[in-house]
């Protein structure tokens, strides 16, 4: 064994441990959340059982969860959580087409640039919600409306990162890449697309809690199905307990989206990791 | 008909800087680049060595002058032709972080369409010449720099091109690093006897892998001397206490020493 190779296997060893190190940290504390949370509900059910506070103020959890339960089984809350998410994901899906796509081409060609950045100057800083009264009259309170109002929010944050991540490709990567003989065609595929993917996917993770908002909140003004929907209406005759468990709903639909983009990011990341 | 050198012809090059007044990398430099020796470049920081390499590998259009590649047939005049396989090495590595080290050292081979099988088979014998065997799943961001600097290399040899351009390949490398990664690479090039062109701003290093070096001047950068370096090959890292050794670096640091005061002050 030659001395490069030894010290190389040393270095490989080092960033091994370095790495097991790493997971550990992460190991050490993923409890932490769930007791913290499971403390506070706790603590929640034992104040409004003890304290004797009126349950059309602040139910118990307990009842929350038994009233999403009920919701489930016999108001068919199944069908609004559905058609929430189809929403969500309809027009979260588009934006994502549609940015990406612009966002390259903004991102690679000074003229495509010039000519959309005046556009979305225009239409980035007026509130999607805004947009709501034009939007019912041209699409109604359908489907279309809600995904048409969901990809409004969402294009933005995933267009403007598609192109902040081609323009912030490193110079000597395309350099390297032409002096392989990469093609402009190769260069854009294998050097300035891959090398956007952090900044893109940080743009999808905004884009879905954008989306999340818009829907739940177009749901409460216009629609009769879908959570928002629902939501509302358990608001406008005082059924607490209903309003708490499409919260608790909304909640865990949200977890489950961040987890699900976490994984997902960790593997587009995984070069990242040392 | 044999690659026999790169003539670079009264070769100028200017362009704005961020504030809008031209400047001048490079005025009317000419230099001859026999084929199969090792051609070291050396000069003050800023004297547009770095530029001269992009043109001369085509990357970047010079403002006047021209780069041609001569081929002969042993006898005669040669004659200029189309520009040989090339490949370069970069100070700044330029790896692609997301690709593993396989992955990097076998990208340009990618690119030209070669099936994966093969392309995977070359990729590991040029990883195995830089002594990165067993590092091909690796990311760049696991390697220290002398091993990215490895791939780097290896990169550009699975290439096999005719000439091979190394942009101050160790400069950002530490000190013990640099001298092996140096005999290393002096040891690969009087094997492969390439066409290399080294550009560097250490003289150590010009003179110990070089067959020849080339000072230039401060900004605008010209060609103030060319020296031949007669040391025998195979070098090893001793050729450095030789008495021609020393004195070749003397010869060259006087010639670089008042151009990097000027490139101090300007």
């Known amino acids: 064994m030659t001395q490069v190779e030894r010290s190389a296997e040393v270095e490989a060893e080092t960033s091994k441990s370095m790495q097991k190190a790493g997971d550990r940290l992460r190991d050490d ?60 994901f309809g027009g979260f ?15 690679m060609s000074r003229r495509i640039y010039a000519v959309c950045d005046i556009f979305i100057a225009a239409i980035y800083p007026v509130p999607k919600i805004a947009l709501l009264p034009l939007l019912v009259i041209w699409l109604g309170t359908g489907n279309i409306f809600q995904i048409a109002l969901s990809a409004l929010g969402c294009i933005f944050p995933i267009l403007i990162n598609t192109i902040i991540g081609v323009r912030q490709c490193d110079e000597g990567l395309i350099l390297a890449a032409r002096d392989l003989g990469a093609t402009p065609m190769q260069i854009q595929r294998k050097v300035v697309l891959p090398a956007a993917v952090p900044a893109i996917f940080g743009g999808l993770r905004l884009a879905l809690g954008i989306s999340i908002i818009l829907v739940v909140a177009a749901e409460m003004q216009t629609a009769r199905y879908g959570l928002g929907a629902k939501l509302q209406l358990a608001g406008q005759v005082l ?8 919260l608790l709903l909304l909640a865990i639909m949200g977890i489950a989206l961040t987890k699900a983009q976490d994984r997902i990011g960790s593997v587009v990341d995984r070069w990242r990791a040392k | ?36 020796k090792v051609t070291s470049i050396v000069g003050p920081s800023g004297c547009g060595k770095s530029t001269l390499l992009l043109i001369m590998r085509g990357l970047v259009e010079a403002t006047d002058g021209k780069v041609r590649f001569l081929y002969g047939n042993g006898s005669g005049t040669a004659i200029s ?63 220290s720099g002398g091993m990215k600097q490895r791939v780097g290399l290896a ?20 000190a013990q690093t640099r001298l092996y990664l140096q005999e290393q690479l002096s040891e690969l ?50 050729v450095q206490k030789q008495k021609a050794f020393g004195e070749l670096f003397s010869e060259i640091y006087g010639l670089l020493r008042d151009e990097v005061r000027k490139s101090m002050l300007s």
């Open chain 2, 81 to 143: 032709g189309a520009p040989p396989r090339m490949a370069t090495v970069w100070q700044s590595f330029n790896l692609l972080p997301w690709r593993t080290v396989i992955d990097n050292v076998a990208f340009g081979l990618e690119l030209q369409g070669m099936a994966t099988e093969e392309r995977r088979e070359r990729a590991l014998s040029a990883i195995k010449a830089v002594e990165l065997g067993g590092f091909e799943q690796h990311y760049p961001g696991q390697l």
């Open chain 1, 93 to 107: 899906v588009l934006a994502a087409v549609v940015g990406i796509g612009l966002g390259l081409l903004m991102g």
């Open chain 2, 189 to 238: 090039v009087e094997r492969s006897a390439k066409t290399v062109i080294l550009i560097t701003h250490s003289i150590e290093e010009a003179i110990f892998l070089g067959d020849r070096v080339v000072v230039m001047t401060a900004r605008p950068g010209r060609v103030a001397a060319t020296l031949d370096i007669d040391l025998p090959r195979p070098r090893s890292f001793d």
């Open chain 2, 155 to 174: 990169r550009g040899i699975v290439m096999s091109p005719d000439i091979l351009f190394l942009d101050e390949p160790f400069g950002a490398l530490d």
């Open chain 1, 239 to 246: 059924e607490t307990g209903q309003v708490f468990a499409i």
């Open chain 1, 29 to 88: 504390t993923w409890w932490y959340g769930p007791v913290a949370i499971s403390l506070f509900l706790v603590a929640w059910e034992a104040c409004v059982r003890f304290g004797n506070v009126p349950e059309i103020f602040l139910p118990r959890p307990s009842l929350v969860v038994v009233t999403l339960y009920e919701l489930f089984a016999y108001k068919q809350l199944a069908y609004d959580l559905m058609l929430t998410l189809y929403r969500i």
């Open chain 2, 1 to 36: 008909m044999q690659f026999d050198s790169i003539s670079v012809e009264g070769l100028s090059h200017r362009f704005l800087s961020r504030n809008r007044s031209p400047t001048v990398a490079l005025s009317d430099v000419s230099i001859q680049f026999p084929a199969g």
